[in-house]
């Protein structure tokens, strides 16, 4: 279910925002910190959306295929790269039946996508099958267990139109997940979500990393 074709069009208005920026930025710096990519090397972003991960991997000179389950999202995601002149394939495709013969991206991603994909298991399962041997695979989400997970649970429950398909998962559920050897999690989105937004800086985000649980999780496996 493409759930997302509906809010395509104003998906990317969240990055506009000072929150949204700031939220993009601190996500983006920790997968990036962890995963280690050069430059040529092939990368699968699952559930890619209107590409602002996929777009920065093809800034950095990865050869990027972006996968969706929604064409108005991947419409976006097109838009955009042509405008950037960067060459990246969108594909609309499921995460849980990948096209893809066995062992064949360099990196397999997921940038807050788990949360939405319904049989979460299956689509993990088909990350893993498609990396390669000794490639990586790395998976950020919102973190059900903290403040950020609370905020999304209560849109969820609310019956908001996107959270309401949303199941958050903890770092353990990503712990338990089977994607070869597990090298590395880390945490980031410290701040709050009813934080005022000139809160929304570096240097507090810092400061909060001391006390307060990441509202994003992200871990990374070695086939
Ligand atoms: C919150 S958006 C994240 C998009 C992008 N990764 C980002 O960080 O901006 C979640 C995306 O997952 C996609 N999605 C949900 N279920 C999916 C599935 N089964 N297969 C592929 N994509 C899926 C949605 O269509 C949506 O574009």
């Known amino acids: 279910m493409a759930i997302f074709n509906g809010i395509a069009a104003e998906y990317d208005d969240w990055y506009s925002q000072k929150k949204g920026a700031f939220v993009d930025r601190v996500e983006t710096d920790l997968a990036l910190s962890m995963l280690k990519l050069e430059s040529g090397m092939t990368v699968l972003d699952v559930g890619c959306g209107t590409g602002n991960f996929s777009m920065k991997l ?20 097109r838009e955009k790269a042509a405008e950037k002149s960067l060459s990246i394939s969108y594909l609309q495709m499921d995460a849980t039946e990948l096209i893809y013969q066995e062992e064949i ?26 990396a390669k041997v000794g490639g ?49 999690t880390g945490a980031c989105l410290f701040i ?32």
């Not at 000179?61 to 108005?72: A, F, N, Q, R, Y």
């Not at 997921?110 to 993990?124: G, L």
């Open 136 to 184: 990586q695979i790395l998976i950020g989400t919102i973190n059900a267990d903290s403040d950020w997970g609370d905020y999304y649970q209560a849109k969820k429950l609310q019956g908001n139109s996107i959270y309401r398909y949303a199941a958050f998962k903890t770092i353990d559920d990503l712990k338990a997940w089977e994607l070869g050897k597990l090298a590395e």
């Open 192 to 223: 709050p979500p009813f934080a005022a937004e000139e809160e929304f800086t570096i240097e507090r985000e810092k400061e909060l990393s001391e006390t307060m649980r990441g509202g994003y999780i992200c871990a990374l496996w070695r086939k």
């Open 58 to 77: 093809a800034g950095m000179g990865c050869i990027v295929t972006g996968i969706d389950v929604s064409e108005e999202m991947l419409n976006v995601a």
């Open 105 to 130: 991206f360099d990196a397999v991603v997921s940038i807050a996508a788990v949360e939405f994909i319904e049989d979460t298991a299956q689509a993990v399962k088909e990350m893993f099958r498609v």
